[in-house]
């Protein structure tokens, strides 16, 4: 089955520690992305990654951080420098530009930090 | 940045009506989507259309891209269409991956 996987699907942390969520595709997409959703809002770009080794900021970077060292994979980390880090996390993928550049979506992550 | 708005802000049908969720953006468009977000937080891929008519089902879509605004019409609703309605966009002026999201729609289906 083709798709994007995120775990976890919940994740609990006390405040001050970094904590790490996993997005990994099998689409074979060039571009991957990680949104953050509030309650009753929409989605806000994180980070995103057109290929391999590198990566751009969104809108709302200060706090996170990405590596993108597969193809398949895009780590994000909730930094404690992330001043309201509860929220949920979505991970999208697309093919790269023109007609291709539909992005599809994880089942995402809920983080919750007390 | 390219504004997105979405109404109504909130919707409550009966089972079996139709409806039509309403788009607007500010700047001419490269790529629109349209999802629907479950219950579970899973969004769904509903339509990629910058630009003209596509239908899927009991659900089409309209993108008048001159105009700046796009519609959903969902008709014979069921209650598993219920759900946050997302209409997303990338300006022109950008690359094919900023998304830009409105504050979506939220409907409810009853019996």
């Known amino acids: 089955d083709g798709g994007i996987t995120q775990s976890p699907k919940y994740l609990f942390r006390k405040e001050g520690q970094n904590v790490t969520l996993s997005c990994e595709q099998n689409l074979n997409h060039d571009a991957m992305y990680w949104y953050r959703q509030d309650p009753g809002q929409g989605l806000r770009l994180i980070y995103y990654s057109q290929i391999v080794n590198d990566f751009q900021k969104g809108d709302i970077a200060e706090g996170y951080s990405v590596s993108r060292e597969k193809k398949e994979s895009f780590p994000l980390t909730v930094t404690s420098a992330q001043k309201n880090p509860t929220a949920f996390y979505l991970c999208?993928?697309?093919?790269?530009?023109?007609?291709?550049?539909?992005?599809?979506f994880g089942p995402g992550t809920r983080l919750t930090v007390t | 940045g390219i504004q997105v708005e979405q109404s109504p802000p909130d919707l409550i049908l009966q089972e079996g009506a139709n409806s039509t969720l309403r788009c607007n953006f500010s700047d001419s468009v490269n790529n629109l989507q349209w999802f629907h977000q479950n219950p579970w937080g899973q969004l769904i891929n509903l339509f990629y259309i910058p630009s003209g008519t596509k239908q899927n089902g009991r659900l089409s879509a309209t993108t008048v891209a001159t105009e700046r605004y796009s519609l959903l019409y969902i008709s014979s609703s069921q209650t598993t269409d219920s759900g946050v309605y997302f209409c997303a966009v990338d300006g022109s002026g950008g690359s094919n991956y900023k998304l830009t999201f409105g504050k979506g729609t939220l409907l409810t289906v009853n019996p």
């Open positions: 999208a993928s697309s093919m790269w530009g023109g007609a291709f550049s539909e992005q599809y």
